[in-house]
């Protein structure tokens, strides 16, 4: 997604921009969602706000608190009351979702890491898919790619406009690549959608294959382009 080698080389140098209150959110629901039993250890709720202040969280009392809090547990995220009421919302109207909590109870992985070869671009590529589930079907086995997703707009028009301002589909064949050359019999990339905000409706969003198939090139291009700056050194900014 970045418009250049150059953009992409300081990025990563960076090692991320740091998280957002939306990013908070959405990492926390997906420890709810797919790793309750980590739940409480990688998110804390904030310290009680103090009274009488019309923004008690800029006061000096309630950021020292939130700094013991941060301090007592390393690591951890330090949730508004708010958020985790919405995480917890989220995750109820996930597992209400018959077909997501199909696929999400199913047995399979979770966060795991997948690391793997790439021949053609020389490349040691690294996935780590939300979930993958195996179907067993009479003429061989089927496997799905599970994306847990928090949105805006979990509508299917909000969620084809997510599908092209974010990259998705060549996410999903980016996971494809690695997947199948890791020996993953993959036939779909399926999405759990649920919204962030009231009243967070759940829906299960598929990416078309046809979709996953042209962005395929890309990936492949973008990989190339990517062994070829990381062999030269050089990380070209736009045409001259």
């Known amino acids: ?6 953009h992409f080389r300081v990025a990563e140098l ?3 921009s740091g998280s957002s209150a939306a990013q908070d959110l ?3 629901a997906h420890d709810l969602i797919l790793e309750p039993a980590e739940f409480d250890r990688r998110n804390v709720v904030e310290p009680d706000l103090p009274e009488g202040y019309a923004n008690p969280r800029a ?13 007592a547990n390393p690591g951890a995220r330090v949730l508004k009351a708010e958020q985790v009421h919405a995480v917890h919302q989220m995750r109820d109207n996930v597992m209400a979702h018959p077909s997501a909590r199909k696929l999400l109870d199913a047995d399979g992985p979770v966060e795991v890491i997948g690391i793997w070869d790439d021949p053609d671009s020389g490349l040691r590529l690294r996935i780590r898919p939300d979930k993958l589930v195996t179907f067993a079907f009479p003429g061989g086995d089927l496997g799905t790619c599970v994306d847990l997703k928090t949105t805006r707009d979990a509508s299917l028009d909000g969620w084809q406009r997510e599908v092209e301002t974010r990259g998705y589909a060549f996410k999903a064949a980016f996971y494809r690549l690695v997947l199948e050359g890791l020996g993953f019999p993959w036939s779909d990339h399926v999405c759990v959608t649920v ?6 409706l ?6 078309h294959p046809d979709w996953i198939d042209m962005e395929t090139p890309n990936v492949r291009a973008a990989l190339r382009g990517l062994a070829e700056c990381r062999a030269s050194g050089r ?3 736009y045409p001259q």
């Open 1 to 6: 997604r970045s418009p250049t080698p150059a």
């Open 202 to 207: 759940a829906a299960l969003r598929g990416i």
């Open 195 to 200: 919204e962030n905000f009231a009243p967070y």
């Open 235 to 237: 990380w070209p900014g």
């Open 59 to 71: 006061t000096k009392a309630y950021k020292e608190a939130v700094a013991e809090v941060e301090a």
């Open 14 to 16: 960076a090692g991320g």
């Open 26 to 28: 959405g990492n926390a």
